[in-house]
């Protein structure tokens, strides 16, 4: 199996490995390859913030409660349920697009030496 930095930096010589190898749709292959690496990069971005922004929320939850502005902290933490759905959309999306991604590598031959 190619690993993906090598595709990524080496998009044309694995094209012309693959049709060495007789692969007929060797761009498109390598297209979906990147354009799912794509996917899987932004989602994870995502997920990052998504969860660094809930991690700070509940640091100042805490700082809430323990300077008695329960009310304060109970409407932030309402906030905190939507960080809470988005990042498990997020997350599975992103389990998705890995096995996804994973499917296409395990489909791309080794190529041949030159």
Known sequence: ???LPFIRDNK?????????????NAAELVAQVLEKDTLRRTT????????????IAAKEIGQLMQSGKKEEAE??????QDSK??????GDLLKQ???????????IPNLPND
Request: hydrophobic share 35%; glycine share 4%; aromatic share 4%.
């Open 85 to 90: 759905t988005k990042s498990k959309e997020l």
């Open 97 to 107: 697009t890995e096995e996804e991604l994973s499917a296409l590598l395990y489909s």
């Open 44 to 55: 994870q971005y995502e997920l990052d913030q998504v969860l660094a922004d809930a991690k």
């Open 1 to 3: 199996m190619l690993e």
């Open 75 to 80: 409407a932030a933490k309402i906030k905190t």
């Open 12 to 24: 044309e010589t694995v094209i012309k490995g693959l049709n060495k190898r007789n692969i007929g």
